[in-house]
């Protein structure tokens, strides 16, 4: 009677254990759930902020270091080269004030002190004379470039032209005039600053550290 029982019982779990690991296999593996378009939407603003924030607090600097320029080189036969460059550095700062109001960025928590750094970079390259104005012209457009060169590319890389069409087009924009900078300084003389590879790359570290805190602060 028990060995019966005990064969009933063998074979009644044989069958469920059976039946139940031809079930497994059925389960949607983690990577087949597609995701929630709020979570995408969530990923797109945290870019979009991200990119905002930097970019913002780049061409606010980008005028007070163009101001602390005109500063000491005001009255210099450069002073319309600077200007034209700073006038154009208004409209990028102008948009990105309206961009930030637009999307709700909240501005980097840094921007006094950045302003700050700005003007005293801009003036003290400046009494170097105009060649030093334009070595720091080269490595902060430099920099910049790349920056914008590195979001045009993340926008494409995730898919998001359409979505993000007018933005991309006014980085593109700015990126390019950026450029534009970047060669007046190399043909102004730049590379005749003292010391000029060093100087350059101080500046170029000092705005690359900038860039990844004003990411995040």
Not at 112 to 141: D, H, I
Not at 180 to 199: C, F, M, N, S, V
């Amino acid at each position: 009677m028990l060995a019966r029982r005990a064969v009933r019982t063998v074979g009644v779990c044989t069958r469920y254990c059976t039946r139940y690991t031809s079930t497994v296999g059925d389960e949607p593996e983690l990577e087949d759930y597609e995701e929630y378009p709020s979570d995408k939407y969530k990923r797109s603003e945290e870019m979009i902020q991200r990119f905002l924030r930097v970019d913002h607090a780049g061409e606010v600097g980008a005028n007070d270091i163009y101001a602390g320029q005109m500063a000491v080189l005001g009255r210099s036969k450069e002073a319309p080269l600077i200007q034209h460059m700073w006038d154009q550095e208004k409209v990028h700062r102008d948009k990105m004030n309206e961009l930030i109001v637009e999307h709700r960025v909240r501005p980097t928590v840094l921007m006094p002190f950045w302003r700050a750094a700005g003007f005293a970079l801009g003036a003290g390259t400046a009494l170097l004379g105009k060649e030093g104005a334009m070595a720091c012209t080269v490595a902060v457009e430099d920099t910049i470039v790349t920056h914008y060169t590195d979001q045009i590319r993340e926008i494409i890389d995730q898919g998001k032209e359409e979505e993000f069409k007018e933005l991309l087009q006014t980085i593109k924009k700015f990126r390019d005039e950026e450029l534009e900078h970047h060669d007046t300084g190399i043909e102004h003389g730049a590379e005749l600053a003292p010391q000029y590879k060093l100087l350059t790359k101080v500046i170029k570290v000092g705005c690359q550290t900038a860039i990844k805190v004003a990411e995040r602060l």
